[in-house]
Structures are given as C-alpha cells and as structure tokens.
C-alpha cells in the first residue's frame, strides 16, 4: 500500500470513532431538548435516571415544592456509575448491578439542583428544580 492509501484508512478511522463517541447522542438533554423522565403520582414526584457507561439523562428539570423520589435503574451496570454519590442529601452506594434504587430526596426548593455523580467523579447527573 502507498502513502495515500494509508493516510485514508486512517481518517476515515479517526471520523469513525468520532461519530461512534461523540454522534448519535441517546441523551437529547444534552442538544437542548427536554427529557421525558420526570412523573408525578399521587403526591410525589419520580425521577428516573439511567446508570450504565455513565448516568442518562444527565439534565433533568423537576418542579420543586413537592416530595420528590429519585429512581436510578441500572442494567448490567459493571462500570463506576454503579458507584453513586448524592452528598446533599447525604446517599453513598454501589449499587447493584441489575435493578432499581429509590433514593428520597425529600421536598427540593426551587433553584437548588441535585448533583450526582460516580465515586471517580467520571460521570455525573444533575436535576434542575424550577
């Protein structure tokens, strides 16, 4: 093979793995839109998030005011985003690596987001109260 020939293979390698990594996003939060992970039943409000490769979506709004549940489910969740930390409301806990944890984090004001994020500090979440 020539010089040309390689110098192609190459860049359609490095364009590759940029559209595998960065392209094709699940997590339209992250492009501006709105997250549909957030219900509200009989009273309380629930708050799904993803754990596995990192934590999905990684913004979620809520209203504040109302008692409110997060619910993280992993799924063969092997990585550190099993390890989860929520200081403000005090949890730390690796989770299991299939299954759901209910995480109470009580009646949140308004203007004080919820921050989670792996024992690495790798991967994080938030969830805005507005």
Same mark, same amino acid.
Do not use: H, W
């Given at each position: 093979?020539?010089?040309?020939?390689?110098?192609?293979?190459?860049?359609?390698?490095?364009?590759?793995?940029?559209?595998?990594?960065?392209?094709?996003? &699940?997590? *339209?939060?992250?492009?501006?839109? #709105? @997250?549909?992970? $957030?219900?509200?039943?009989? !009273?309380? %409000?629930? +708050?799904?998030?993803n754990?596995?490769?990192?934590?999905?979506?990684?913004?979620?709004?809520?209203?504040?005011?109302?008692?409110?549940?997060?619910?993280? &489910?992993? *799924?063969?969740?092997?990585?550190? #985003? @099993?390890s989860? $930390?929520?200081?403000?409301? !005090?949890? %730390?806990? +690796?989770?299991?690596?299939?299954?759901?944890?209910?995480?109470?984090?009580?009646t949140?004001?308004?203007?004080?987001?919820?921050?989670?994020?792996?024992?690495?500090?790798?991967?994080?979440?938030?969830?805005?109260?507005?």
């Amino acid at each position: 093979m020539n010089k040309t020939a390689y110098t192609i293979i190459t860049m359609a390698l490095v364009v590759g793995i940029g559209i595998v990594f960065l392209g094709g996003s &699940k997590n *339209n939060t992250e492009t501006g839109g #709105s @997250a549909q992970n $957030v219900e509200i039943k009989d !009273g309380v %409000q629930y +708050i799904t998030i993803n754990a596995r490769g990192g934590y999905s979506p990684k913004v979620s709004s809520a209203k504040p005011g109302i008692p409110t549940k997060l619910i993280v &489910k992993t *799924n063969g969740t092997y990585d550190c #985003s @099993a390890s989860l $930390v929520i200081r403000s409301v !005090g949890f %730390q806990k +690796i989770l299991s690596q299939t299954g759901e944890e209910v995480i109470d984090l009580g009646t949140p004001k308004a203007g004080q987001p919820v921050q989670g994020l792996c024992s690495m500090g790798m991967y994080n979440f938030s969830i805005n109260f507005n």
